[in-house]
């Protein structure tokens, strides 16, 4: 699914689940939804699973939003004292969307307190008391923490997922990773198939590391491995130190909140020859989160730091504030130089970092997901190295593999659902009453203010999109570049489209490299020999002599 197309299913009100890989642009069109709800005049609630995670949207964690605290339980007695605290009831009831982003760290148990408590101070039985629930995240990445030796349940996991029956949008687009090898590693992995070909290319810039860049950040799985390495190799440069202490106004458990969610120290030490990271998105300075640099020198008024990013450009950097806003206005604020030593930094913090380089360390990798966390904040596999390994680094949770599949067909669902909804003109008017439903104010493109809209209408499902291009003569190759697409995902929608009997293989034959054509006769002996229905068995019968990819898409043109 493209944004505008989840874009569109947002603006109906629905409830809905917004998921895709790393890079496809989840935080991009949540941004975009709320600038759009605010157009109208609704101010939507914005929470997250985790501090670090609410300080990247300006908004506060849903423990905090919803009252719950640190509970790990209610009673009923809790709810109704939750319930009947002015400010957690004020702004419930004013609330007709709700945001929780990072939801793969979010614990079944937790959902269900803040739904208990919602349906109590709506008085409304319906799941979250009517409230439309926007969930983002990729449950591929870190899971909920748990307390002792019993794994919480995933969100999905709850009744009360199932009762709020989101809709699913997968983002298939990608705006990270560009490198198809690269690429088809992290699909790999993120399939819970990390066969020969994946290992050896992750191993293979292991084998680099001989003279990379020790001014590359290292990704670490550790706090105590991170602080090591960055307090050393401050020490070691010359020059007095400079100090940036952080300011905070308002609540001071919203104050306290904000500290502990930025990524940006309490106390900045900087030296000049720092290796240093941007903390916060700040498009007007050319300054992203991630950002890498070296402090150059300090701003002889101010002291501000003056950074020279990897691709040379000198910023100089004042401090900026972080907020947790609610009803359009900051609750709580604090002030800081928006970077941080870059040495290291943990996986954990990593996540939502789009990093042009980093050395990881996943020797002691203890987590589902953390290496796939780490190996998909890097852009490219030439910005990847690997400083240690383990073979806990590759795995991600079974279940959300089982569960991915289903999302994925159910994005396709919703996606040609709403693509007939608007060629009729119904999905505009569950927009209209969405909008008025939500007391704001609603008006057509073109009449009064102007409204951000689709580029194009939703005409085609994903897979009619695919068939089209290989209708119209292009390669399989070609189909995925021009798509931003895995080869995976247009193999997984030539294999549907021919067992629905719309994608001959005749047709599909034509789009296929002629190097695999030549292939074609050895590898379906192959199958005759090892059967079809596993591909490691057939990779190892060939030595290796074919890639995973291009098995499965002569599996698709292999009779049994």
């Given amino acids: 699914m493209t944004q505008s197309e989840a874009l569109s299913i947002l603006k109906t009100g629905a409830n809905v ?35 670090i995670a609410a300080t990247h949207i300006h908004g506060m964690t849903i423990h905090s939003w919803s009252g719950i605290g640190i509970r790990e339980s209610l009673s009923e007695a809790d709810i109704d004292a939750i319930a009947s605290k002015e400010h957690v009831s004020r702004r419930i009831q004013k609330t007709t969307t709700l945001i929780i982003d990072e939801v793969s760290m979010l614990s079944a148990p937790v959902l269900v307190m803040v739904d208990a408590v919602c349906r109590e101070v709506k008085r409304v039985d319906l799941p979250f008391g009517g409230i439309q629930v926007v969930l983002v995240g990729d449950f591929f990445q870190l899971p909920p923490i748990g307390r002792g030796s019993s794994r919480p349940a995933f969100a999905f996991e709850s009744g009360v997922w199932q009762d709020l029956h989101p809709l699913i949008c997968y983002l298939t687009e990608q705006h990270r990773q560009e490198d198809p090898r690269f690429l088809s590693v992290l699909a790999s992995i993120r399939a819970a198939d990390p066969d020969p070909t994946t290992v050896s290319v992750v191993l293979s810039r292991e084998a680099e590391l ?6 590359v950040p290292r990704l ?60 916060k998105n700040i498009p007007a300075l050319g300054l992203a989160n991630g950002t890498l640099g070296t402090v150059i020198g300090f701003e002889r008024n101010t002291n501000y730091p003056i950074i020279e990013t990897h691709d040379g450009r000198e910023i100089t950097v004042a401090p900026v504030e972080w907020a947790v806003e609610e009803g359009g206005k900051a609750r709580a604020k604090i002030t800081q130089v928006p970077l941080r030593l870059a040495w290291a930094i943990t996986v954990h913090k990593s996540q939502g970092m789009s990093l042009d380089a980093a050395a990881i360390d996943l020797s002691r990798a203890f987590e589902y997901g953390q290496g796939y966390v780490a190996l998909s904040r890097v852009r490219t596999l030439d910005g990847l190295h690997i ?65 951000e809209r689709p580029k194009k209408a939703l005409k085609e499902s994903t897979h009619d999109h695919t068939f089209r291009l290989l209708e119209e003569g292009k390669s399989i190759d070609e ?82």
Avoid at 27 to 33: C, D, F, I
Avoid at 210 to 215: K, P, R, S, V, W
């Fill in 17 to 51: 689940f917004l998921t895709g890989e790393p890079g496809s642009g989840k935080t991009h069109t949540v941004n975009e939804y709320v600038a759009w709800l605010r157009s109208c005049g609704i101010e939507p609630a914005i929470t997250a699973s985790t501090g």
């Fill in 220 to 279: 670490f799985t550790h706090n105590v491995d991170v602080d090591r390495l960055n307090l050393e190799r401050l020490e070691k440069l010359s020059g007095a130190p400079k100090r940036y202490v952080m300011n905070g106004t308002g609540a001071p458990p919203m104050v306290e909140a904000l500290k502990r969610g930025c990524l940006s120290p309490e106390v900045l030490t900087l030296k000049e020859g720092a290796v240093v990271m941007g903390t």
């Fill in 210 to 215: 001989d003279g990379f860049d020790e001014d």
């Fill in 479 to 560: 189909v995925a570049t021009e798509r931003m697409l895995t080869l995976g995902t247009i193999y997984g929608h030539a294999e549907k489209l021919v067992q629905a009997g719309r994608l001959s293989r005749d047709l599909l034959r034509e789009r296929i490299p002629e190097s695999l054509m030549r292939e074609l006769p050895r590898i379906h002996d192959a199958f005759q020999t090892q059967g079809a229905e596993h591909l490691t068995p057939v990779y190892d019968f060939l030595e290796g002599s074919v890639t995973f990819d291009d098995l499965r898409l002569a599996r698709i043109l292999y009779d049994a």
């Fill in 387 to 451: 400083l240690g390994w383990s073979e806990q680094a590759l795995v991600v949770h079974p279940l959300v593999v089982t569960h991915d599949e289903a999302f994925r067909n159910a994005s396709e669902d919703a996606a040609a659902a709403f693509a007939s909804l608007e060629a009729s003109g119904e999905r505009l008017e569950l927009e209209q009453n969405f909008v008025k439903a939500s007391r704001g104010h609603w008006e057509k493109e073109g009449e009064g203010a102007k409204r």
